[in-house]
């Protein structure tokens, strides 16, 4: 009944944890209820078999009751006092870690997630086996941020200049949202993802894909570098459709002339776009606040190739000065291990 | 009436030239803007903090008329939407809590009621009085700056000349809790000036709780033992203890903050070798002391206003008074339960959520002794009768749900989250609020000498009642669900509950509104009030409505605050009248026990 009941006001229950949560969320609003009614039933009684009417007399009661009162005190207080074991032992179970967990690292930066895993491939959305214990360590680039998985009834902040942990076994298969829970900001409200909660031998078999995005069927380049732009954090801030955002737009950028705010302009050109990933705030687009977290450590020069190659593909001016051919290789034009990456910009 | 004062038997005949009152006792712009009279004071206190209450208000319909949709409501892209909201609810909650709500309770009704509860001149230091106004005055300019500052930027920034970016803020999107580093390395520029005027405020809020302190302590008439105080000054004294001591801590996190914003010195920003978390330490060893702050004076005004209104000698006068002091002592311990999920050791976690559940049981006292105290009582529905058990209501739910937070495992899935937004606006404006209206109506006959209408203001208070309630009560269950806070944009799935949740917000806007109406007609078309409309006995209740500018003819004799038997409702007169036998007779009326 009282499952039923929770699924209108709680998320599903979808890790070890949930249910002892829930357990004292309904065991909390059972006594509210109680106290409740007893508050309200009691203030509608007197309202009404002491209302101000002809002929009713207020009567002598006496000023206070010292037995009445202790009562009302000390039994309150034997409630706080059960609430709060039931509490704290619920919280020991989710800050002891178990041994032998599942290491990944969070990574958390304006305004998307991050997820390293032991091997060292980042992805943007948390994947993890089903029933393995998952330690969790939080760490930020810029502000803080709050980890947080309503379905795991699991949050912790992840702070600048500190590592904190957090841990939780998920018990169903299935995909849950993952938000941000301290305002950090512009796209505060976006700073979402999701955790995919996976059989483990589906999981293993994710995590070795993932590490190698070239084994998958059908990569190219170009949708590589889409899937970045989508899952890394670039799509909150740039568009491609021409519109402002916190960042210039991406359409129509590559191999164009950029205006920057120190009055000078420059060529959007392979290098210009490595190092603004790298280096964000070297050179800011006029009109424009250097606000963009750097992406050093955080995208290998093979992936910014692929952005690169993406976004040659939504760039007029790049397609026209390739000439009547306007044909976009298929192939990555250059690679990090090429020694003259630079001669990528005569490509403009 | 001066017929009332005379019923006292303390003062022979009131000479005719007494009609003279307060409101009238000077003339001129300059009478008012450097009166050290308490009761100008106060009034000017109270267009104040309703204009900030009304600014607050504005920026309330804006993010919730936004947040009708997960999309775009006001502008074309999404980067202005959701900075455009994140300024909206940052000036909303700055603009309330350190403008009206933190003011409102002690600085307007504590400063036109305390000295005349008890049966003074003026407050102690009058001129520290005044002093204090300023400082809230000077302090809102600060704010008024960057409301002003945020709406030329959005209209005509961002500008290219240097002067007129350093003097235009670009408004504040901190969130009112200025949490570091986002304030210090990456918020919009008005966070300085907003920073400078929370240090003046702070100001304005210590002098008014010195100059409580002082006065119940020194200024006590004959008669009034310290159990004998009307239960307002008890919380009044209980708040000003709080204003004193914890406001300085939030002075120097500002200038701490002021320090590595301009000047680049480390305090809290990681990058710099600060530590993030030492910010939220220092804030909420102010800020949750702050909420007594709000909730402390709301709590003596539904004490006054129930015993009145009921006509009953207030149940348990010691336990309610001893509560107030449990509490403001209390509220210095808690301030970690805001830090369950930043990493604090699960020790001082488990430290802090005991102290904080402590910190319920003598507010629940509270609730249980204003129910008792209207058994057997003769209740009278006016408005702020209907405004306490108003207050009552959602007093007993913004405290009960207090418990699913205090509770560890619980406070871990809720925190960040509309539970809390639901939680602390029970608490802020369900009660505090409540409160506030409650005793304005209560005391407005007093102040203005003027009755206010009682169907339209109890109709205001009810349909405000039921707003606050739909905008309020779903917004747990989106917070239970996962929605988190300071969200411009969410996922479908909680739609139903912000549109519920902006309907109610609207009904609340018309209800204050009606609210505010009422209380301007009766200036003008109002019954004229007696001197003792309701029949309580606490001593501004003694003397004239309005009073004169010395508020008591002769220096009154305290009696029991609560004995209603003392008035007698005389027919002929349709007036509450001072049965003087029955006041004689009360123990204390003789000066017994002298406290000066």
């Known amino acids: 009944m009282l499952k039923i009941l929770g699924s209108i006001y709680m998320p599903p229950e979808a890790s070890t944890v949930a249910p002892g949560v829930d357990w004292l969320f309904n065991f909390i609003l059972g006594i509210t209820a109680f106290f409740c009614l007893l508050i309200f039933a009691g203030m509608v009684v007197f309202c009404i078999k002491y209302r101000h009417r002809p002929g009713h007399q207020g009567g002598e009661s006496p000023g206070h009751s010292t037995g009445l009162e202790l009562t009302w005190t000390i039994i309150p207080l034997i409630i706080v006092l059960v609430v709060f074991f039931y509490g704290f032992r619920g919280f020991l179970d989710m800050s002891v870690v178990p041994p032998n967990s599942y290491e990944i690292i969070v990574q958390s930066k304006m305004w998307n997630w991050a997820f390293q895993y032991p091997n060292g491939t980042v992805t943007p959305e948390l994947h993890v086996p089903k029933g393995v214990p998952i330690r969790l360590v939080l760490t930020s680039d810029d502000v803080i941020h709050s980890f947080y998985v309503p379905a795991f009834r699991t949050q912790k902040m992840s702070v600048p200049g500190r590592y904190n942990r957090a841990w939780f076994q998920a018990t169903q298969v299935g995909e849950f949202p993952i938000y941000c829970a301290q305002y950090c900001g512009t796209s505060h409200s976006k700073m979402l993802s999701k955790v995919v909660v996976e059989e483990p031998t589906n999981f293993d078999r994710w995590l070795e894909e993932a590490s190698n995005p070239e084994k998958q069927t059908g990569f190219t380049p170009q949708k590589a570098g889409e899937d970045i732009y989508k899952s890394r954090g670039c799509i909150q801030c740039h568009s491609i459709d021409g519109s402002h955002g916190t960042g210039p737009t991406w359409k129509d950028m590559f191999g164009s002339k950029v205006a920057l705010s120190d009055g000078s302009t420059i060529v959007a050109d392979e290098n210009y776009v490595h190092d603004s990933v790298l280096y964000p705030t070297k050179q800011i687009v006029q009109g424009y606040q250097a606000v963009m977290p750097s992406y050093l450590g955080g995208l290998k020069d093979k992936q910014i190739d692929w952005v690169i190659a993406y976004m040659k593909t939504i760039s007029e001016p790049y397609k026209k000065s390739m000439g009547s051919s306007g044909a976009v290789p298929t192939s990555a034009p250059m690679h990090k291990d090429e020694p003259a990456r630079s001669a990528g910009s005569n490509l403009k | ?596």
Not at chain 2, 26 to 34: D, E, Q, R
Not at chain 2, 272 to 301: E, R, T
Not at chain 2, 414 to 437: D, E, K, P
Not at chain 2, 497 to 505: D, H, K, N
């Open chain 2, 1 to 596: 009436m001066s017929a009332i004062t005379g019923n006292l038997g303390l003062a022979t005949k009131q000479p005719e030239h007494k009609s003279d009152n307060y409101l009238t006792h000077g003339k001129g712009i300059k009478s008012w803007l450097f009166s050290l009279d308490h009761k100008r004071i106060g009034l000017m206190y109270m267009i104040g903090v309703l204009t900030a209450f009304f600014i607050g208000g504005v920026f309330a319909m804006l993010l919730r008329t936004k947040l009708l949709t997960p999309g775009l409501m006001y502008t074309h892209n999404e980067a202005d939407e959701w900075n455009f909201y994140n300024h909206c609810f940052t000036l909303h909650g700055a603009f309330m809590v350190f403008m009206f709500i933190i003011p409102a309770i002690p600085a307007v009704l504590g400063n036109f009621v305390l000295p005349m509860m008890l049966g003074a001149k003026d407050v102690a230091f009058p001129r520290l009085n005044l002093g204090s106004l300023w400082c809230w005055i000077i302090g809102s300019i600060f704010f008024g700056w960057v409301l002003l500052g945020g709406i030329l930027h959005a209209a005509f920034g961002p500008f290219a000349n240097y002067w007129a970016n350093a003097l235009i803020p670009a408004g504040l999107d901190t969130g009112w809790t200025f949490y570091t580093p986002y304030s210090t390395a990456k918020a919009a520029n008005g966070t300085v000036e907003a920073l400078l005027g929370i240090f003046i405020l702070g100001f304005s809020s210590i002098l008014t709780g010195v100059n409580f302190i002082a006065t119940i302590h020194m200024l006590r008439p004959k008669g009034m033992t310290w159990f004998r105080m009307p239960l307002f000054l008890w919380s009044l004294y209980a708040t000003s203890i709080i204003q004193i001591l914890a406001t300085p801590v939030l002075a120097i996190t500002g200038l701490l903050l002021l320090a590595e914003r301009t000047l680049g010195v480390g305090i809290f920003d990681p990058a710099l070798g600060g530590d993030p978390v030492m910010y939220q330490h220092f804030f909420w060893f102010y800020s949750h002391p702050a909420v007594y702050i709000m909730i402390l004076p709301a709590m003596g005004v539904i004490s006054e206003v129930i015993t009145a209104h009921t006509r009953k000698h207030v149940f348990g006068y010691n336990f309610i008074a001893y509560s107030s002091i449990a509490i403001a002592m209390l509220s210095f311990l808690v301030w970690g339960h805001h830090l369950f999920v930043s990493g604090q050791s699960p020790l001082a976690n488990a430290i802090f959520s005991i102290l904080t559940f402590a910190i319920a049981v003598p507010s629940a006292i509270k609730v249980f002794n204003w129910v008792s105290t209207m058994w057997r009582g003769d209740i009278r529905f006016t408005t702020p009768m209907i405004c306490a058990l108003s207050f009552i209501i959602l007093f007993t739910f913004g405290g009960l749900t207090g418990l699913f937070l205090g509770a560890l495992s619980n406070d871990v899935h809720v925190t960040g989250t509309y539970f809390i937004v639901a939680h602390f606006h029970y608490v802020m404006v369900g009660s505090a609020l409540f409160a506030f209206l409650a005793g304005l109506y209560h005391w407005w006959p007093k102040m203005f000498g003027k009755m206010t209408n009682k169907t339209v203001g109890n109709i205001a208070a009810i349909l405000l009642l039921i707003g606050f309630n739909l905008t309020f009560f779903v917004q747990f269950i989106a917070g239970a669900k996962g929605l988190p806070r300071r969200y411009a944009s969410y996922p479908p799935e909680f739609h139903k509950y912000m549109v519920t949740s902006t309907i109610g917000a609207y009904v609340m806007a018309v209800a204050l509104f009606m609210m505010a109406g009422n209380l301007l007609a009766a200036l003008i078309n109002g019954k004229k009030a007696p001197a003792n409309p309701w029949g309580a006995n606490t001593l501004e209740w003694h003397t004239a409505s309005p009073p004169p500018h010395d508020n008591f003819p002769v220096e009154p004799v305290a009696g029991d605050p609560y004995d209603m038997g003392s008035w007698v409702w005389d027919e002929a007169t349709e007036q509450w009248v001072l049965d003087e036998d029955h006041a004689r007779t009360v123990a204390g009326t003789e000066p017994t026990v002298h406290q000066h």
